[in-house]
């Protein structure tokens, strides 16, 4: 495919380090990590700050992933209101994942001070924006839940939501102050510059294929013929996971998010369009998301073809949206356009896995990695210095394989051609 259609609007910042695919590590290492985006690299910086020895693999290079890809938006929560969270895990355990929930964000923010990471970012909100009198009786229950607990959240009208997005078509929406934007592949390359700082090492162009145990030790062999001894292996792969862990691949449907960004607006339009740099989510089925970018352009997404795309009109629904949303934007040239990929589990919530003694993998960031991989790697990293699972916010369960899974992709991209129909009724 050209690389025209997949180029990124995010930039390398000028303190990325050249990664290179040779390691050094020699000797049993605590902990080897399988995938260096968000999840690995938070899991290594925050494992290396604890003391552990600690070496990243990657595939490809650090910030291809999903994690160097993404709209950039920090959103904490989860899908799920706190209510549900309460009553489905009980009392204790659902409280304490509101309030890890509640803390995503925050986990961002706070490494991007206390580590000095020179990463673009803005926290002033994230606006979930109802088009439907249903989506905002859905907004003021979750408006109400969250302000019960604190939390720094408010219900928009419709003239409060037009003003702050300049959007056309909102009945009204909810303000989630804790949230905001961050310009993701600084953010990645950033994680990873300071872990290497810490002690970590990261090699890229190494692709796991073999992990074996001997003597209650994990081996772990690349592509290129490199071999690895650690105590415990985290594979962090998510909706890039492969064959390495057999089954793993078959609990998760991997989905294509994709993104355009257009030129920089001219200074009306400007400021016009999100003045205050919230990002926003809209409460359609197939949900359109967007924020503005750091040099001035306004970035959107949504949910794209599985196949590869092969034209720039693959791009065309969201070109569509954009101006739908914003009719100013019609003449504005599209820049840039990309996809990555997200991982959705059944029940929509992340899951841990540890099949064997020290063997771990995180899968599932339902689109909202950015805070939540962030903050979940700072829990893995607690569960491997203490080997107390406590640390972990969800409990470790079994790997289940979706039943028919090679036919489940089809299913959701059926269900996402019905649920567009359907969106557009609305409209
Ligand atoms: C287009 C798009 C937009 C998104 N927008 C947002 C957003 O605005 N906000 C938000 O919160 N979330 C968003 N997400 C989701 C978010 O990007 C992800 O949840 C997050 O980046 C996942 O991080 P990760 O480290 O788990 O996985 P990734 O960053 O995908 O990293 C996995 C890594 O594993 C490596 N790997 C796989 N197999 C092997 C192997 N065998 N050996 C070695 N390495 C291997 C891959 O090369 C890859 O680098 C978006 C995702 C996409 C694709």
């Known amino acids: ?21 040779a390691f050094s590590a020699d000797g049993t290492l605590d902990v080897v990590i399988v995938g260096g985006g968000i999840m690995g690299l938070s899991t290594a910086l925050h494992a290396a700050r604890a003391g552990l020895s600690v070496q990243v693999l990657d595939a490809g290079a650090i910030g291809q992933g999903a994690s160097g890809l993404n709209g950039g938006q920090v959103i904490p929560g989860l899908k799920y209101d706190p209510d549900w969270l309460v009553g489905h895990f009980g009392k204790e355990r659902g409280e304490a994942l509101v ?22 970012f803005t926290r002033n909100g994230w606006i979930q924006a109802a088009h439907t009198e249903t989506a905002l009786k859905a907004a003021a229950n979750r408006d109400r839940q969250w302000r019960a607990r604190g939390a720094d959240v408010e219900l928009l009208d419709q003239a409060e939501i037009s003003a702050m997005t300049g959007a056309r078509g909102y009945l009204g929406g909810w303000l989630d102050r804790r949230a905001g934007v961050i310009d993701p592949l600084s953010y990645t390359l950033e994680l990873a510059r300071v872990a290497s700082t810490a002690g970590v090492g990261i090699a890229e162009q190494q692709r796991v294929v073999g992990l074996g145990r001997e003597a209650g030790v994990w081996r772990v062999s690349t592509q290129g013929g490199a071999d690895l001894r650690a105590k415990s292996v985290v594979l962090a792969t998510n909706a890039y996971t492969d064959g390495l862990l057999p089954g793993l691949a078959q609990t998760i449907v991997p989905l294509h998010s994709f993104q355009i960004a257009t030129a920089p607006l001219p200074a009306d339009l400007a400021a016009s369009i999100l003045p205050g740099g919230q990002a926003v989510s809209d409460s359609r089925r197939i949900l359109i998301y967007y924020r503005k970018s750091a040099d001035g352009r306004l970035v959107l997404g949504g949910r794209g073809r599985m196949a590869l795309p092969s034209s720039a009109a693959d791009w065309a629904h969201l070109e569509r949206a954009l101006v739908r949303l914003y009719p100013a934007l019609a003449g504005i040239a599209i820049e840039k356009r990309w996809f990555g990929r997200v991982a959705l589990t059944p029940d929509h919530l992340p899951h841990l896995h540890e099949p064997e003694k020290g063997l771990l993998a995180v899968v599932g960031c339902q689109g909202r990695g950015v805070g939540l991989m962030s903050a979940l790697g700072r829990r893995m990293a607690n569960y491997l210095a203490s080997g107390d699972a406590r640390q972990l916010p969800f409990p470790l369960s079994p790997l289940r394989p979706i039943p028919f899974h090679a036919f489940r992709q089809v299913g959701v991209a059926a269900a996402i051609t019905w649920y567009r129909m359907l969106d557009a009724f609305e409209r």
Not at 1 to 20: E, G, H, I, L, N
Not at 105 to 116: C, H, L, N, S
């Open 1 to 21: 495919m050209p690389a025209a259609f997949s180029d990124p609007v995010w930039r390398k910042p000028q303190t990325a380090p050249a990664f290179r695919s």
């Open 99 to 120: 309030e890890f929930a509640a803390s995503t964000a925050d986990t961002v923010f706070d490494v991007i001070r206390d580590e000095k990471l020179a990463v673009p």
